[in-house]
């Protein structure tokens, strides 16, 4: 197989993450008052640089936990970028150290399944209580289309579906906006700006926004993410190291360029492959949009992205979360392995700093819980 193809289904792979990433990236330049240009240009290209480095749809996305507080908390761009730079040198040094290796040999993949599960019951909840809500009545009524459409397209590699579902929200964008889309200029060439972190914005982003984010970083981002992928592309043998290094170098270069910090993730390579990505193809059509945004289209940012209908994108974050809950399958038939991943999950899921606690408990009931086998 092709490391690198561009077909019908690749360009359908490419938005099986567009759900998790387009709200936070808006949220996040709205809220830290960001260059829209600057954060569009930056995500597409790391996008792009990482499906060419890795060859396959290894995702990237804005940092959940960062965007988060960033968004609840209005924290300034000068901090996030600074919350980048520290963020990235930290998984630089675990990456470097062997640290990384060591948590891989350490945590049981039950536990790293635990992850997966949790984060699955985090977007599938998240799709169904802020998206497919959104616009009342209509709302409900383009996620029951969407989602039978996924339904009997699902896995269909002649007329994927996420390619109908998502002509399904342009076109509603294009007959419910169509005032606003065609008297209104949304046209204007731009480029990333150029920024410099002080070290006082590095030490308060380290503090406020890149400690929250590390543990997520830890088990979804690099642990979850190299599963995920031996689940899907078992011939690539991906280290953590490599996986913790382009996390690195993405976030030592992108606050640079006014970039929002990004990392990997087992959801969006999740996502990608259930709507169709099998290449690296899929993430660089799906960088080369955010390119095109950025460079052609950030003056009106704000009022474009008003225009695509959140409950599309509600129900392909449904089906992404969808994907990685089934990867608790393989466990089915091992009960003390099946609990251990579905507590993980559920403390992952439901708990504050869940992420780091389900991790630790999950790990401790493996190695000490449980005297012999249920």
């Known amino acids: 197989m092709s490391a690198i193809r561009f077909d019908r289904n690749e360009l359908a792979g490419a938005f099986g993450d567009i759900g998790t990433d387009l709200p936070l990236l808006i949220g996040v330049i709205l809220a830290a008052k960001l260059d829209p240009a600057s954060a569009l240009i930056v995500f597409g290209g790391m996008q792009i640089l990482t499906a060419l480095v890795y060859q396959m749809p290894m995702p990237v996305q804005p940092l959940k936990a960062m965007a988060s507080l960033v968004i609840a908390q209005k924290i300034s761009g000068e901090v996030l970028f600074g919350a980048g730079l520290a963020i990235g040198a930290m998984m630089l040094v675990l990456s470097l150290t062997g640290a990384l290796s060591w948590l891989a040999r350490a945590i049981p993949k039950a536990v790293v399944r635990g992850i997966q599960f949790g984060l699955g019951i985090q977007l599938a909840l998240l799709s169904l209580k802020d998206y497919v809500q959104s616009e009342a009545a209509l709302g409900y009524a383009l996620a029951a289309i969407a989602f039978v459409v996924i339904i009997l397209l699902m896995n269909n590699r002649r007329c994927p579906a996420a390619l109908f579902v998502i002509a399904l929200g342009v076109g509603y964008a294009l007959v419910v906006h169509s005032e606003m889309i065609f008297h209104q ?190």
């Open 185 to 374: 200029s949304f046209v204007g060439v731009s480029l990333p700006r150029f920024f410099v972190p002080t070290w006082e914005a590095v030490a308060t982003g380290f503090v406020l926004l890149a400690l929250p984010q590390l543990p997520l970083s830890l088990g979804n981002s690099i642990l979850a993410t190299k599963q995920t992928a031996a689940d899907f592309f078992p011939e690539k043998k991906l280290s953590v190291e490599k996986i913790g290094l382009t996390y690195s170098a993405m976030n030592l270069i992108s606050p640079f360029l006014s970039g929002v910090p990004v990392c990997h993730g087992s959801g969006g390579m999740a996502g990608h492959y259930a709507f169709g990505g099998r290449t690296g193809g899929s993430v660089i059509i799906y960088g080369a949009l955010y390119l095109a945004l950025g460079l052609f289209f950030a003056p009106g940012f704000e009022r474009v992205v008003k225009l695509f209908p959140l409950p599309i994108l509600g129900v392909i974050l449904f089906f992404e979360g969808l994907s990685l809950i089934k990867l608790l399958q393989d466990l089915s038939g091992e009960t003390k392995h099946f609990f251990v991943a579905t507590l993980t999950g559920a403390m992952a899921a439901g708990l504050p700093y869940g992420y780091v606690i389900g991790v630790i408990a999950g790990t401790l009931i493996w190695r000490w819980g449980f005297k012999q086998d249920f």
